[in-house]
């Protein structure tokens, strides 16, 4: 089983829509998880971090699950610059020397 | 704000030439890191590094070199190139090791 697997997708979605990324882990042990997006041929930049109690910043929503193994992302009205590849993240060593392992993403393209 | 900066953005290498990817931060960060991307593989972590003068292997670190003498520099060096080091190629910062502050990654082509 690989370390952190996400759905490839490609999601398309129309404007407006609530679209939803899941992500599992096998590391039970892992101490910190993220959310990255990745816009075509640019960097990875961090969206937002993923808490246990669940956390929200504006229209984007992060949930854990711990026993499951597995995290979501959900956006709510979806806009034309939502488009872009979300990488799901996870800390396996927790600390400051745990070295980051990525999913190979979820690429959403929302339509006008 | 430089943040993290990587030399050069692309480069095209015949098989069995060597070359060395820069990469400076300016944000006093003490964890530096070497990624590759792939198409179908995410990112792949080469080496990291915790402080000047320490490193570490990461997932994938054969055929690649690392060294860290200041806090700032921390230069991956390919010894022999391959065709299968053809790859987008990002360094990354971090105060802590949590959040990554990647720079805008190197397009490297082995022919």
């Known amino acids: 089983r690989k370390e952190v697997e996400q759905d490839p997708g490609p999601f398309n979605v129309p404007e407006g829509a609530t679209v939803a990324f899941n992500c599992t882990y096998s590391?039970?042990?892992?101490?910190?998880f993220f959310w990255y997006r990745q816009d075509c041929r640019k960097e990875p930049k961090l969206l937002m971090s993923?808490?246990?109690s669940g956390n929200e910043d504006g229209r984007f929503t992060a949930q854990l699950n711990r026993a499951s193994q597995y995290i979501s992302l959900l956006i709510r009205d979806s806009k034309l610059s939502d488009s872009a590849t979300y990488l799901c993240?996870?800390?396996?060593?927790?600390?400051?020397?745990?070295?980051?392992?990525f999913g190979k993403g979820t690429k959403l393209s929302v339509k006008p | 704000n430089a943040g993290v900066t990587q030399t050069p953005k692309f480069q095209v290498l015949k098989t069995g030439q060597s070359m060395t990817l820069q990469c400076a931060q300016d944000?006093?960060?003490?964890?530096m890191s070497w990624y590759r991307q792939d198409p179908g593989m995410g990112l792949r972590l080469i080496h990291y590094?915790?402080?000047?003068?320490?490193?570490d292997q990461g997932e994938v670190p054969n055929g690649y070199n690392v060294s860290r003498s200041t806090t700032e520099d921390f230069p991956l060096r390919l010894l022999s190139a391959a065709p299968s080091q053809t790859s987008v190629y990002f360094c990354?910062?971090?105060?802590?090791?949590?959040?990554?502050?990647f720079g805008s990654g190197t397009q490297l082509s082995v022919l």
């Open positions: 944000m006093n960060h003490e964890y």
């Open positions: 990354a910062s971090s105060p802590t090791g949590r959040q990554l502050f």
């Open positions: 993923v808490y246990s």
């Open positions: 590094s915790v402080g000047a003068g320490i490193t």
């Open positions: 993240v996870v800390n396996p060593y927790g600390g400051s020397q745990g070295n980051l392992i």
């Open positions: 590391n039970s042990a892992s101490q910190s």
